[in-house]
């Protein structure tokens, strides 16, 4: 395992950015004194780190990435026998066989950069931001680890990875915690980010301050959301919502990022790329074609429940008829339920949905979040939708409001005013009505997470927000509803570990729910 991870490394930065043939020593002695010298060599590194972060949202691998985000995706009818009608229905039987090497390959990359940026000759500065978004690499790796498998295995400094046993997620979230933290310590705010050159970055996919502020937040509430499934519960979670709600307002009071205008300008500018709104995005716009179609399963390149939901009008070699056909389904009467009154959300996110509310078409609505199809331009499946033309939006500002809402209404007391205020900077945008105190019997906490699930709808949140805000059982599907507090304890909300994994580390133990399954 270890000579491969090395191999893809040097690999990754021979190939992103550096034009220089480097001298690679035979396989006993792989190194990379040689290959990490100047500003150049390091960014390239970390273009490799950035490429194997793509590993982990695209299907490269040829398992399934998205599935976690699927169990959680907002349908009123799923097609019965289908991959989600199981994953949603059955979730916890359902064995998955992820492989989570792509993000140890991250993770790995990252701690080449850490382990040569300083001491090489280059300046403090340059050492300062290489490392700092090396730290950030790392920490968003084990975020989406503790997302999809809970207890991992805990990597700190080694870029040599031996066998070794799993660690407790919460101790992995504390690792991942101090890592953010360094990032945020170490890196400028994005409009003060360059390269080596003194460019600026092209889109939000360099990691900066407030990108890394919107992940730490993420981390703490996320360990503090999650104590009810922690095996050791022995910790302060209010500290750790006070903590993500600093980072939240950290990000909000840069004066970096701003809401875009209204409803429609979220679908047109803030999911697209390179946004006001848009915190930390991972770019795929254009890359098909300039990749020359390298990446393979371009279908769940990036693995965002919208484009599934889609028949017409982006797959536009589909009629709107064909809607009947797609297995996953939203009611047109949920969406105007859904967004009522004058929430500009409904006409934004849903394609004509007065036009479109008729018999032929099953009562379904449209989604149109995403409008820029990737099209096939050659070859026997020239015509065909392939994705969304658009770069993966991790965190958007209204996300970090809304989260900052969430901490607040945990919070109560003196900041409950602030989550109420949170909510409808929100709603305000897309002249949604504002909070009343009636709302949901007056639980503003299940308010925030129904606000979240109509603003964020489709970008892959729900399942992640229904976890750390304990309500498994009434907003998941199937023998989630029965599943029992140690059931949670034990794994149930997370993927059952590879079979390659344990074919690499002896050492490696399934977690308890899967392996009690078998």
């Not at 331009?377 to 965190?395: A, D, E, F, Y």
């Not at 949140?461 to 309500?471: A, E, F, V």
Request: net charge negative; proline share 4%.
């Amino acid at each position: 395992m270890k000579y491969k991870i090395l191999v893809f490394i040097l690999f990754a930065i021979i190939q992103i950015g550096c034009e220089e043939t480097l001298d690679i020593e035979p396989e006993s002695s792989l190194t990379f004194k040689n290959a990490l010298n100047t500003p150049k060599d390091f960014e390239s590194a970390l273009n490799a780190t950035d490429y194997a972060v793509k590993y982990m949202i695209c299907n490269y691998t040829g398992e399934d990435p998205g599935n976690q985000v699927q169990k959680g995706w907002y349908t009123d009818e799923v097609q019965q026998g289908t991959y989600l009608e199981i994953l949603q229905n059955n979730s916890p039987e359902y064995i998955l066989n992820l492989n989570w090497k792509p993000f140890y390959d991250a993770i790995a990359c990252a701690n080449v950069v850490l382990h040569h940026a300083e001491g090489c000759g280059i300046s403090k500065e340059r050492s300062n931001i290489y490392r700092g978004q090396a730290y950030f690499y790392k920490a968003l790796a084990y975020l989406e680890l503790l997302h999809t498998w809970g207890d991992c295995i805990l990597i700190r400094d080694e870029i040599e990875f031996l066998p070794t046993p799993k660690s407790e997620w919460t101790e992995v979230a504390d690792y991942a915690i101090e890592q953010a933290q360094h990032a945020i310590d170490l890196l400028p705010e994005f409009e003060k980010v360059t390269d080596w050159q003194g460019n600026s970055p092209r889109f939000k996919s360099t990691p900066c301050k407030g990108a890394a502020n919107a992940l730490l937040a993420h981390l703490c509430a996320w360990k503090a959301g999650g104590k009810y499934f922690a095996k050791h519960q022995d910790y302060d979670e209010k500290e750790l919502w006070e903590r993500a709600e600093k980072a939240c307002s950290q990000v909000i009071g840069s004066g970096t990022y701003e809401l875009v205008p209204n409803a429609e300008a979220i679908c047109t500018d803030a999911l697209v790329a390179n946004s006001k709104e848009s915190v930390y995005e991972t770019v795929f716009k254009d890359f098909w074609n300039e990749s020359s179609g390298f990446m393979n399963g371009a279908a769940d390149m990036l693995s965002i429940p919208g484009f599934f939901y889609h028949c017409y009008p982006l797959r536009a070699e589909f009629p709107a008829a064909f809607i009947k056909y797609i297995g996953v389904w939203i009611h047109n009467s949920t969406v105007r339920e859904m967004y009522s009154g004058t929430d500009e959300r409904k006409y934004a996110f849903f394609y004509q949905l007065d036009e479109m509310d008729k018999p032929e078409y099953g009562g379904y609505a449209f989604p149109n979040k995403w409008r820029l199809p990737m099209v096939e331009t050659s070859g026997p499946n020239v015509g065909k939708t392939l994705n969304v033309n658009q770069n993966k939006i991790w965190w958007r500002l209204a996300d970090i409001y809304l989260l900052r809402a969430e901490c607040r209404s945990r919070l109560g007391g003196e900041y409950t005013a602030g989550a109420i205020d949170d909510l409808n900077k929100v709603r305000e945008r897309s002249k949604a009505t504002l909070y009343n105190a009636s709302e949901y019997g007056g639980d503003l906490r299940y308010t925030i997470f129904k606000e979240r699930e109509k603003e964020l709808i489709m970008e892959g949140q729900r399942y992640y927000d229904i976890i750390r805000n304990g309500y498994v059982r009434t907003e998941l599907a199937g023998e989630f509803k029965t599943v029992t507090d140690q059931d949670l304890i034990d794994g149930a909300l997370f993927c059952m570990i590879s079979k390659k994994a344990f074919s690499q580390n002896p050492l490696l133990r399934q977690n308890t729910y899967w392996h009690n399954r078998k």
